[in-house]
């Protein structure tokens, strides 16, 4: 017995160390990816926000930001305002913008901070990336526009324009919220505050490093987009390169992981639009809201509309079939035909 006991702890012993080095491999080349990233990173962000934006587009105050916009159709048109998702900006709506305009709609596509070209108004401030703030920059852009606009958002863009929409006192006329990512659970649970340390992530230089290394790598751009999209032939070599403009942003992996972190904790925002009873009390205003659902989304999967249904009763539902989050890039026909059909006719 004791033969076969030295020889078992021999072989355990063996194969403790070989996943010992294995480890130890996996960290060495981790740590000499995410150094080779930082380098490429850093030759990479050198571009002002107007030398990316080449003469197109504008920025407009709104407190403690100068939001991107890009403008499409007749100026004296009804105003319909677009939110992007996360990864995306004004950029990355495609066709849709022209589509919409050319059914009598002024568009107008903003970045909401970081993402884009959107900038501080002041250089070197810190920007708050809370949904409240966020709410806070559309109800100023919406006062320059100058008239009561149609409020869409998608993905993350859902959440400021749900929260702008519950203060917007007249300013928004309908709501559309296009696969909304607020946080709820699976089933559409409610938010729930879980405070957790950030650990690591804590560490601005870190942070930076592991972003620049993965959502912001353009090698990596196609493959995180697929995990978002059901068809995944929609994600094509024409496609990719429109999201990857503002990574040669200055300093824009910092920017967007100082957001991830912000973005992690908005359950613990307490913000309105994370409450179903103040969403209920709202809804009793009887703004309409449309929601816009890909049937196949496995980011915000579609039990999350039925709950959504029910903090606001007068939200009506259309769900795209064979189509994930992004309902634009995947089904642009399908989904540009399933808002129009939801919106108020473009009668100036």
Known sequence: MSTISSALAATLLRWAAVALLLVAAVVVAAAGWIAYAHGARSARETLSVEQLAGGQGRWVPAGDAALYVQEWGNAKAPTLLLLHGTGAWSGTWFELPRTLSEAGWRVVA??????????????????????????????????SLGAPVVLVGHSFGAGPALEAALQAQGRVRQLVLVDPALGLGPLGEAPVCEQSAPGLLAQRDLRTALVGATATWPGLTGTLLKQFVFRKDAVTDALVPAYQLPFAREGFSASLGDWALAF????????????????????????????????????????????????IPQASLTVL???????????????AEALLGRLPAAVP
């Open 110 to 143: 903003v970045d909401l901070p970081p993402f884009g070209l959107s900038k501080p108004a002041r250089p070197g401030a810190g920007p708050d990336y809370s949904r409240a703030a966020q709410a806070r920059r559309v109800l100023g852009l919406i006062d």
């Open 264 to 311: 992690a904790a908005s359950a613990c925002e307490g913000a309105a639009s994370l409450d179903p009873a103040k969403l209920r009390a709202w809804a009793a205003g009887g703004l309409p809201v449309a929601l816009l659902w890909g049937e196949q989304d496995s980011i915000t999967p579609l039990a999350q509309a039925r709950a959504l249904q029910g903090w």
């Open 321 to 335: 079939p064979q189509v994930g989050h992004i309902p634009h890039i995947e089904s642009p026909g399908a989904f």
